[in-house]
């Protein structure tokens, strides 16, 4: 059975940084895209960061040039560093991934920035 495992969350003053993981496990024999979502409280989930198979990313405007998707291939991982946090960054966010064509999601993991 395929998992997605997130880590990393937690609380952070504005202006930290934290780094998200999230590892795929299990019967696995292709991975396709593997990207970041967020849900704030009364928000509807939102697209934060994705990365392709060839490394190709996108961001939400939001984020760009505070945080930085990356990914290791071998190691069935991406990693969603953020840095300059605001506190409108505070949200849950879940791990997603097209695993063996399908789509699979982590559990998420909170990350609340205070003021």
């Known amino acids: 059975q395929v998992q997605l495992v997130e880590s990393g969350g937690g609380l952070v003053q504005a202006g930290g940084s934290l780094r998200l993981s999230c590892a795929a496990s299990g019967r696995i024999f292709s991975i396709n895209g593997m990207g970041w979502y967020r849900q704030a409280p009364g928000k509807q989930r939102e697209l934060v960061a994705r990365i392709s198979s060839g490394g190709s990313t996108n961001y939400s405007d939001s984020v760009k040039g505070r945080f930085t998707i990356s990914r290791d291939n071998a190691k069935n991982t991406v990693w969603l560093q953020m840095n300059s946090l605001k506190t409108e960054d505070t949200a849950v966010y879940y791990c997603?991934?097209?695993?063996?064509?399908?789509?699979?999601w982590g559990q998420g993991t909170q990350v609340t920035v205070s003021s």
């Open positions: 997603r991934s097209v695993i063996n064509l399908h789509e699979y």
